[in-house]
């Protein structure tokens, strides 16, 4: 972007650290959590995926919107974050799939954003001092006038979030991933086996529906308060619990109806916020971690295997809250040791804190979503059988 055409902008962050840049997207002001994101591609996935709801996001890595953006990229309907950081912008892309820049993405939505900035020290500050909340601006140039605003800003902890992104109303989602885009030839799934899953959706990104339907799932997207009784009404194989934002303990419906759906006994399968609201409901303890985990190539395994796995998120369960012989650890995240995956011993329960679905990738966790097709393979003929 030619800086003789650009705004100035303002970062400031809760502790008074000052940042000055050029603004693109929307002007005006925005205050959020500002975290950070290290992969070098997906940014439009990143933008619209709704566990950011309430987020400012710093790209890593130093060019963004080098391939524009295009409406099959797209996780949610808009953008979810507050707003966006980055080194270098472009504002004419260049791919084929292009159908608009980002600068202009970001305006049409309201989205303010800052770049020009050091974000190489912006990284080094979050994760020195952890994510805190921040703002930018193109009309506040005062940074006490900045800072005043952003310290008046609630805090992450304690924050529910997911009324702002769940589904206002109950739909279907049958659209599998296209062809051009399939990876994994176990998709494949006759008429006679398809299986109905409610999803609950606290935040949930299409590309999560679109596996579910891949694997031959008839796919019912519920809002995030729907009672239990509703929910087995539909008469579900399995269901399924969402990624969404903010603390997962603020979301005491979702825990409420987790516990509750237990007792039918029916295969759950928890992604993210999905995997912490499961560690809730039964009756583990949740804690906000320093910078969180948010990229493409976060290693989580157990013993001798390694998925490389795409994360996006603050909390972590606490392992010694865990009801003890009920739930085992299947994953730890390899870089801090925190929980990644669990299963329960008894029930046909399982989640994990990364995105098997992950667009653009990676992909090594996709067998996940043949272990829950399966589980409710299973359970469905021993009550047949029963």
Request: hydrophobic share 35%.
């Amino acid at each position: 972007m030619p800086l003789f055409d650009a705004q100035p902008a303002l970062l400031v962050l809760a502790d008074g650290t000052v940042y000055r840049g050029w603004s693109f997207g929307a002007m005006g002001t925005t205050i959020g959590e500002v975290v950070f994101n290290t992969g070098i591609t997906g940014y439009q996935e990143v933008l619209t995926d709704p566990s950011y709801c309430g987020q400012i996001v710093a790209f890593t890595y130093p060019e963004l919107g080098n391939t524009g953006v295009n409406p099959e990229d797209e996780e949610s309907d808009r953008p979810q974050v507050r707003g966006a950081i980055a080194r270098n912008i472009t504002t004419r892309p260049s791919n084929w799939r292009s159908t608009q820049s980002l600068p202009d993405y970001l305006k049409q939505y309201n989205i303010p954003g800052i770049y020009g900035i050091d974000t190489r020290a912006l990284t080094r500050k979050i994760r020195q001092f952890g994510a805190m909340n921040g703002g930018i601006s193109t009309e506040i140039l005062d940074p006490a006038e900045l800072l005043a605003e952003v310290q008046a800003a609630p805090d992450m902890n304690g924050l529910n979030l997911v009324r702002e992104v769940t589904t206002r109303q109950t739909y279907e989602w049958s659209d599998p991933t296209t062809s051009v885009w399939e990876f994994n030839p176990a998709t494949q799934s006759s008429e006679e086996e398809r299986l109905t899953v409610v999803a609950l959706d606290f935040g949930v990104k299409r590309n999560i529906l679109r596996r579910l339907a891949s694997f031959g799932c008839r796919v019912i997207v519920v809002p995030a308060d729907t009672p239990s009784e509703e929910i087995l009404k539909y008469n579900p194989d399995g269901i399924f619990l969402s990624n969404g934002p903010g603390d997962p303990a603020a979301v005491t419906e979702g825990i409420e109806t987790t516990k509750a759906l237990l007792n039918s006994q029916k295969p759950v399968f928890g992604i993210c916020m999905g995997h912490q609201i499961l560690g809730l409901s039964l009756g583990a303890e949740t804690f906000k971690l320093k910078f969180g985990h948010r990229g493409l190539n976060q290693p989580a395994g157990l013993r001798q295997k390694v998925e490389i796995t795409s994360q996006n998120h603050s909390f972590a369960i606490d392992p010694d809250t865990l009801p003890d012989g009920e739930v085992e650890i299947t994953h730890l995240n390899l870089n801090d040791r925190t929980v990644a995956g669990l299963r329960h011993k008894n029930l046909p329960l399982f989640s994990v804190q990364y995105h098997p679905e992950a667009s653009p990738g990676p992909h090594d966790a996709d067998y996940l979503f043949e272990q829950f097709v399966q589980q409710m393979r299973e359970s469905r003929k021993a009550g047949a059988r029963g």
